[in-house]
C-alpha cells in the first residue's frame, strides 16, 4: 500500500505508529483528549506533560531536536516530529495517521 | 595533565558552535518566557553585578578557588552566555572583555573533563576504576517488565519539572554525562549518568518547603547501537527508543533525608507521582503568569545562578529592587532579536579569540 506523505518535520524521537490525530491548542483542551492518540500541537511545555504521557505519538508545529516535545518524547519512548510548521493547520481531528519519528515524516493511513 | 590551551581551544570551538546551532536544536517557544525580551533591562546589571564581584574574588581567592565555589561547570558556562553581551553594554572594553570570557573559561576547564557538555570532574567517570566503582554499588540490575518504561517515565518527569522549576536556567541545576563505553556482564554497553542535583530550591520556589525530594541520579546502560549527540549544554538526542535498548539501569535518591536505591518498582512509581503532582502545580501557575512577573521570574533565577558566589561575601543573591521596580514600571520588550547569519552569530563571541589576552601561551 502506499504511504501519501503529508508532511515533513524534524524527527525528533525515534519509533513508528500508527493513530488518530488530535488537535490540541490549549492546556483547557487536555480533557478531550483520550489514551492512544496523536497529541498534534503548536508547541509544548511542562504543563503538557499529562497529556504527553498518553499520547501515541506528539507531533509539533515549532520546535528543534531538544525542544521541550522532543526531549520528553524521548524519554517516554514515543515517537515525535518536531517543527512541521503547519501540523495544527493540515491535520485534521480523527484522520487517521502514520508517524515516522526517525525520519519526521507523517503520512496518511 | 591535561593540555589547558587545547582545552581551551576546544571550549571556544564549543562556544561558537553552541550559539551558531542552538537555534537549530531548539527552535521555537521558550518556556517561559525568552530570555531575550530582558535583554534590555537584565543584560549590564546582571553583568555589572556579577563581574564586580567576580573581580574581588579573583583577587582574594584567584579562579581555582573561585570555580569551585560554582561546583558545576555548567552554571559557568550559562553565566559567560548571559554576562557577555551586557559587559559590552556597560563599556568594558574588548581587551578586557576577552581577558574575562578566557577567565570563565579556565574556570570552566578547572571543574570539567574531556566533553565540556556533559562531563565534569565532581562526578567523573572518566576512567575504568570509576565506572568499576559505579558497578560494584549494587545499583545496578538488568530491568524486566515494566522498569525500562518507568525509568523512562523518571526521566521525562526530572527533566520536565527541572524545566518548571527553574525555566530557562534549567541546563545549570543537572548534568547528563556520558556516553562511557564499557562492558556489562560481557556485553558491550554505553554509559549515560543523569544527574538532578538540586531538587528542591526552596528559596527560589516556595512551593517546594518540606519538598522531600532532594537530589536524583540515575545510571543507565544502553546498546552500544543507540547513539547520543551532545550538542548544547546537557541536553542529547538520540537515534533509537531508549527504553527497547536498555540493558541495565539502577540509581539512588536523597528522598525524605535518606539515600535510597532506585530498585523498587513501588519507590519509583512513587517518585514519578511526586514529580508529576509538582510539576503539575507548578507549571500552571507559571502559565497563569502576566507576563511582567514572568520577567520578574526569570531576573530572580539569572540571579539564583550566582548565590553561591554572592554568599562569600555574605550577601544576598535576591536581585536588586531597583531592577525589579523597573521591570514592574517599564515592562518588557516583547520582541526577539534580528536573527542573524551564521557568520553574525559568531562574531558575537568573537571577543573570545582576541588575540591580546594570550590564548595560545
Not at chain 2, 519539572?161 to 541545576?173: E, G, I, K, L, M
Not at chain 2, 537515534?239 to 539502577?250: F, I, Q, W
Request: charged share 30%; aromatic share 10%.
Amino acid at each position: 500500500m502506499t504511504k501519501k506523505l503529508l508532511l515533513k518535520g524534524v524527527g525528533a524521537s525515534p519509533g513508528k505508529t500508527i493513530g488518530l490525530v488530535k488537535i490540541i491548542i490549549s492546556p483547557n483542551q487536555f480533557i478531550n483528549f483520550k489514551k492512544g492518540m496523536i497529541l498534534v500541537t503548536k508547541m509544548t511545555d511542562p504543563e503538557w506533560l499529562p497529556v504527553m504521557a498518553q499520547a501515541a505519538a506528539v507531533i509539533t508545529d515549532e520546535g528543534g531536536l531538544l525542544s521541550h516535545p522532543a526531549i520528553i518524547c524521548r524519554e517516554f519512548g514515543i515517537p515525535a516530529v518536531v517543527g512541521t510548521k503547519k501540523a495544527t493547520k493540515i491535520l485534521r481531528n480523527k484522520q487517521k495517521i502514520l508517524v515516522e519519528g526517525k525520519k519526521g515524516h507523517i503520512y496518511e493511513r | 595533565m591535561k593540555d589547558e590551551k587545547y582545552s581551551l581551544r576546544r571550549m571556544r570551538r564549543a562556544i561558537a558552535r553552541s550559539c551558531i546551532e542552538t537555534d537549530k536544536f531548539t527552535q521555537g517557544t521558550i518556556w517561559p518566557i525568552h530570555p531575550s525580551y530582558l535583554a534590555r533591562i537584565l543584560s549590564a546589571p546582571f553583568a555589572k553585578d556579577f563581574n564586580d564581584d567576580f573581580q574581588n574574588l579573583k583577587k582574594d581567592i584567584g579562579l581555582k578557588a573561585l570555580a569551585k565555589v560554582f561546583v558545576h561547570p555548567s552554571a559557568l558556562w550559562l553565566i559567560i552566555m548571559r554576562t557577555m553581551p551586557g559587559l559590552k553594554i556597560i563599556g568594558l572594553k574588548k581587551e578586557k572583555r576577552a581577558i574575562f570570557a578566557k577567565d570563565i573559561l579556565r574556570m570552566i576547564d578547572f571543574l570539567m573533563a574531556g566533553n565540556i557538555y556533559c562531563e565534569d570532574k565532581k562526578n567523573i567517570v572518566w576512567d575504568n576504576s570509576q565506572i568499576d566503582k559505579i558497578f560494584n554499588s549494587n545499583l545496578l540490575f538488568s530491568p524486566k517488565d515494566n522498569f525500562p518504561m518507568l525509568f523512562g517515565r523518571l526521566h521525562a518527569d526530572l527533566m520536565n519539572f527541572s524545566q518548571s522549576v527553574f525555566w530557562v536556567t534549567n541546563c545549570a541545576h543537572r548534568e547528563i554525562h556520558g556516553p562511557y563505553p564499557c562492558r556489562w556482564n560481557n556485553q558491550a554497553v554505553n554509559l549515560v549518568i543523569r544527574e538532578y542535583f538540586l531538587l528542591n530550591p526552596e528559596d527560589l520556589v516556595k512551593d517546594l518547603r518540606n519538598f522531600p525530594l532532594e537530589s536524583l541520579t540515575t545510571y543507565s546502560l544502553y546498546k552500544p547501537k543507540v547513539k547520543f549527540e551532545f550538542a548544547v549544554l546537557n541536553d542529547y538526542a538520540n537515534d533509537l527508543p531508549l527504553s527497547e535498548n536498555l540493558v541495565a539501569v539502577g540509581g539512588q535518591a536523597k528522598y525524605l533525608g535518606e539515600l535510597k536505591k532506585l530498585k523498587d518498582e513501588k519507590l519509583l512509581t512513587k517518585l514519578c507521582q511526586l514529580l508529576e503532582k509538582r510539576n503539575k502545580e507548578i507549571s500552571e501557575r507559571v502559565n497563569k503568569l502576566s507576563e511582567k512577573e514572568k520577567a520578574i521570574g526569570l531576573i530572580f533565577r539569572s540571579y539564583y545562578l550566582i548565590k553561591n558566589m554572592r554568599k562569600q561575601f555574605d550577601k544576598s543573591w535576591i536581585p536588586p529592587k531597583d531592577l525589579i521596580e523597573k521591570v514592574k514600571k517599564e515592562g518588557i520588550q516583547k520582541a526577539l532579536p534580528p536573527k542573524g547569519t551564521t557568520k553574525q552569530k559568531a562574531q558575537r563571541f568573537l571577543d573570545l579569540y582576541d588575540p591580546r589576552v594570550g590564548w595560545e601561551k
